[in-house]
């Protein structure tokens, strides 16, 4: 069982940075694939990025690329997501989830097992 939880989430202005820290509960975290998806009201769940458990590989949502980074530090179970030059279209809840996976990245919410609660992202103009 892996516990979730996000944090970093607040109110910026148009072209600011944030960084979602995603900490997770248990043992063996360095096994488990981490994933961000952001959710705006009225529209589907959508991938942002995903990182493997080695750390080897990750994966972005176009949108993103060049914007974003995630990463991870085993040592304090924990994955964050930089977010740089924030447009009005991030603005979303933010969630991570984690499924069992030390190399792979995968973009679908079925594939992930564990979720956090969310946090806040809001872009002002």
């Known amino acids: 069982q892996v516990q979730l939880s996000e944090s970093g989430g607040g109110l910026v202005q148009t072209g600011g940075s944030l960084r979602l820290s995603c900490a997770a509960s248990?043992?063996?975290?360095?096994?488990?694939?981490v994933a961000w998806f952001r959710q705006a009201p009225g529209n589907e769940r959508q991938f942002v990025a995903a990182?493997?458990?080695?750390?080897?590989?990750?994966d972005y949502e176009d949108s993103v690329k060049g914007r974003f980074t995630i990463s991870r530090d085993n040592a304090k179970n924990t994955v964050y997501l930089q977010m740089n030059s924030l447009n009005l279209e991030d603005t979303a809840r933010y969630s991570c989830?984690?499924?069992?996976?030390?190399?792979?990245?995968?973009?679908?919410?079925?594939?992930?097992?564990?979720w956090g609660q969310g946090t806040q992202v809001t872009v002002s103009s």
């Open positions: 248990g043992q063996t975290f360095s096994s488990y694939g």
């Open positions: 990182i493997s458990g080695s750390s080897v590989n990750t």
């Open positions: 989830a984690a499924r069992r996976a030390r190399y792979s990245t995968g973009r679908s919410p079925l594939e992930y097992d564990y």
